[in-house]
């Protein structure tokens, strides 16, 4: 949370994606619908499933890594990935969900709705669930930050198999 704070306090808004994926997807544990590594689409079921989708979520809203200019195309500069592994309504159910902060304000439907349908088409999960919230306070970024980099997985008899897979996960 320390290393984090400077970077929060250069910004004047922060926006706040929540993706999230619907029941259906959450268990699939054969790397996607397609078990070949190479056409593989995967969700969040082990470790280099997780590690792919969050490399496509930060090349949707931030660009494609490229080696001589930082980033390419992308729709926000800057931004804070970390994943949640449970929900707080019902502890113990498996709700991966990707948490995004951007630097970034209010931003206008059609391009909010542009950002969903990328996201969609990215990950091929058709009905995915984005949220996107802002603040522009102090306290309600601090309050976000300190939301997003809690712990979720508390308990180990919650998921056993992700707890393994999930050990060393950065």
């Known amino acids: 949370m320390a290393r984090l704070l400077p970077k929060l ?5 922060l926006g706040y994606f ?3 994926w619907p029941d259906r997807y959450r268990y699939l544990a054969e790397r996607g619908l397609n078990p070949d590594p ?3 689409v995967g969700w969040c079921r082990n470790k280099q499933d997780l590690r792919a989708t969050t490399t496509a979520v930060v090349e949707v809203l931030g660009g494609k890594a490229s080696n001589h200019h930082g980033r ?5 500069k800057r931004g804070l990935v970390r994943w949640h592994w449970f ?4 502890p113990g159910k498996w709700n991966p969900h990707l948490n995004v902060l951007v630097d970034a304000a209010r931003l206008e439907p059609q391009r909010l709705e542009a950002i969903k349908a990328e996201l969609r088409a990215a990950l091929h999960v058709p009905d995915l669930i984005v949220h996107y919230s802002y603040c522009s306070t102090l306290g309600q970024m601090l309050q976000t930050l300190r ?3 809690r712990a979720t997985f508390r308990d180990y008899a919650w998921d056993p198999y992700m707890a393994h897979e999930l050990w060393n996960f950065r």
């Open 147 to 149: 939301y997003i980099a």
């Open 9 to 13: 306090q250069q910004i004047s808004s």
């Open 18 to 20: 929540v993706i999230e």
């Open 38 to 40: 190479e056409d593989a």
């Open 87 to 90: 929900g707080d309504k019902l």
């Open 72 to 76: 390419v195309g992308g729709w926000f």
